[in-house]
């Protein structure tokens, strides 16, 4: 009984939060954002901006989703990783759930950030309060980094990155992804 109680709990951490790890960091940013770091900065004003630059770890799941869907809604907007190579497709389950959701994925390439020019006004978006933290860096030639979370109808400063989760935890965070795109695109 002990054992199976025990498995419940650890499917709905995998589940919802990616991970131990992912439940342990969501709690700790999201007791921050109550206090209120990682808030958007409420001079960025989203009209002004010229370019939504999407930034997560490997440029593969989270960035590039956002990246397709921002195009989709007729936003200029690109994406790269902090912690990639250059040149490798989408995760294949990122292209799956996006053509789910009517975007294609299938020519994106993974751009690191150091190959990347950010130019003036780009609104930069992580995915994580670590990326603001290394964005930070990095010039950026004056451009303003916000958390993509922020901008989900019920905000979440961490967006745990799915790559290694489960596939009911990559379909959650996906949707995430998009849910800070449509709040951030006023949809």
Not at 168 to 183: M, N
Request: charged share 25%; with cysteine; aromatic share 10%.
């Amino acid at each position: 009984m002990a054992q199976t109680k025990r498995s419940a709990l650890s499917a709905i951490v995998y589940d919802r939060y990616g991970s131990k790890k992912g439940l342990l960091r969501y709690l700790i940013y999201k007791t921050l954002w109550i206090f209120g770091a990682f808030r958007p900065n409420k001079s960025i004003d989203v009209s002004q901006v010229k370019r939504l630059v999407f930034v997560c770890s490997g440029n593969i799941c989270r960035s590039p989703l956002a990246e397709a869907y921002a195009r989709h809604h007729g936003a200029n907007a690109v994406s790269c990783g902090l912690h990639c190579t250059d040149h490798h497709p989408a995760d294949p389950r990122a292209e799956a759930y996006a053509r789910a959701a009517g975007l294609d994925l299938s020519k994106h390439q993974t751009q690191h950030i150091r190959n990347f020019e950010f130019q003036s006004g780009d609104l930069i978006i992580g995915m994580e309060p670590k990326h603001l933290r290394e964005l930070n860096r990095i010039t950026l030639n004056g451009a303003d980094t916000v958390l993509a979370g922020a901008f989900c109808k019920s905000p979440k400063p961490y967006l745990h990155d799915p790559f290694n989760c489960s596939a009911e935890y990559f379909r959650l965070c996906e949707e995430r992804v998009l849910d800070s795109v449509r709040g951030l695109l006023g949809k």
